[in-house]
């Protein structure tokens, strides 16, 4: 990772990355199966399967970069 990045993650409150890898799993999740996840990925201005993965993405980059900054 390179300084700018690791700048940006030491900017970050305490428990931030961890709190928001967390959200995009769970809200990734939950658009697998919400009736109105289709609205939720127009508004968005993305397909549903585009949301979900863009999410999962987002939630696994957080979790490395935690994992990355404990070891």
């Given amino acids: 990772m390179n300084a700018g990045r ?4 030491e900017l970050l409150p305490p428990g931030f990355a961890r709190e928001w890898a967390a959200l995009a799993a769970d809200l990734a999740q939950a ?3 919400a ?3 289709d609205q939720v990925a127009e508004h968005a201005g993305r397909d549903r399967v585009g949301l979900i993965a863009d999410l999962r993405f987002h939630a696994l980059l957080l979790t490395c970069v935690l994992k ?4």
């Fill in 6 to 9: 690791w700048r940006a993650v």
């Fill in 31 to 33: 658009l697998t199966t």
């Fill in 68 to 71: 990355e900054g404990t070891e």
């Fill in 35 to 37: 009736p109105a996840a």
